[in-house]
């Protein structure tokens, strides 16, 4: 081979060996004293949102803490109600008193069940003023 065309090729072979490749790579920097204050901003910021997200946290686990006990209660309520097979509710009640009779009465509207027959109490024993 020729002196010039081994020129040649070595000249390739070195222009070869300068190819350049640009990449991005993560490495250590260090901050400047702008992107350092920033930084420290950013880290007051985050711990306050983080306080706040914790505060509302416990407000809202106390928050259904109460809307469970609630329903627990509820629950309990009408497990009674369904065991005993009766609730306590109002109901509207005549009374009749009988003065000359010395006899009062009770009954319900709803069923008309009576629910007291009994003399009169003595402070009950005054008739009305009409």
């Known amino acids: 081979m020729s002196k010039q065309k081994q020129e040649v090729k070595e000249a390739q072979e070195e222009k070869e060996k300068e190819k350049i490749i640009e990449s991005t790579e993560a490495l250590k920097c260090q901050l400047t004293k702008e992107e350092f204050n920033e930084r ?9 949102d983080l306080r706040q997200a914790e505060a509302e946290r416990k407000a809202a686990v106390e928050q259904f803490k109460n809307k ?9 309520h009408l497990a009674n109600v369904v065991r005993n097979g ?10 009749t008193i009988y003065y000359k009779r010395n006899l009062l009465f009770k009954k319900r509207l709803d069923t008309q069940e009576q629910l007291e027959r009994r003399e009169l109490r003595p402070e009950e024993r005054q008739m009305e003023l009409v």
């Open 86 to 95: 009766w609730e306590i509710r109002p109901v509207v009640v005549e009374t």
């Open 68 to 76: 469970i006990a609630s329903l627990e209660a509820q629950a309990a």
């Open 40 to 48: 420290a901003k950013k880290l007051a910021e985050t711990l306050d």
